[in-house]
């Protein structure tokens, strides 16, 4: 992620100012003289920069702020791909979960209050999936909404529901409080935070289809074709997919990204064109994980 990206500019710039220049000369015409007609365009264009600049600001201002102690030791003790970058490197990847953090709009439901944890939880599995492409943003303004447990289509809380996440195209994102902190408690490749961020990334649309919207063009039709030989694969129970990723080509994907980022040796073991294939995209190869140890925490090795 960056503060301001030189196309973030250009379109308001050249259109903001071609339509300052328009409104100038409309105003000089009128006969309330040119110069009134040049401050009125320069004002009007003005407007326009700064309007497109209160983000890029924000997010200076954001920065410079130190990174809370308490969430980078929460890192370093969930978030295998941050606890395996070196010194260097750490920094913009809290920066990123500072952004994500700001930027996305938390609401709790069902008494769910967001409190900076579980905002913490939700930028962290943004900015894992966001590390490996500095230029890539959260496709649009997103919305989460954190619900105490499983939950059904209309959000209710009275009886258990099916889903512990559910991500819409233009909605919001939903999801599980306990569903959230069970991903990040244990690397087992079920993280729902990963999941459905997949899911944001693979709307075209109004629709998710199993073929991210950042995929290269010249490799969509190869990307198809490994992703159904997978989901037969994930049918027949063989390899390290659970029996989900066989419902949709959406689901193998974001099933698959759960693994990349949690299991990655055993995902490059049984599955090494999926492995490469996810290489590419998120243009990342996450850290190995270790035996357990004795506690039965899972340590990551250097992320490569």
Known sequence: MRALRPSDLLVPVLWGGL???LAGLAVGRSGAGAAWGVGVG???WAAVVAWTLRRPLRRLRLARRPFPPDDRAWLEAHVAVYAALDRTARPRFERDVTWLRDGLTFEGAGGVVPDDRLRLMV???AAVLLHGHPDWEIPTERTVLLVPDTFDEAYGDEEPGLYDGMVHSQGPIVLSVRAVEDGWARRDGYNVVLHEL???FDFEGWEADGAP???DPRSADAWRDLVRREMRRAERGDGVLRSYAATAPAELFAVATEQFFERPARLRNRHPELFDALVAFYNATPPD????DADGSLMARRWR
């Open 19 to 21: 339509g300052a220049l």
């Open 42 to 44: 320069l004002a009007a």
């Open 123 to 125: 930028a962290a599995g």
């Open 198 to 200: 997949a899911h944001v």
């Open 213 to 215: 919207s950042f995929l």
């Open 289 to 292: 994980e270790d035996a357990p």
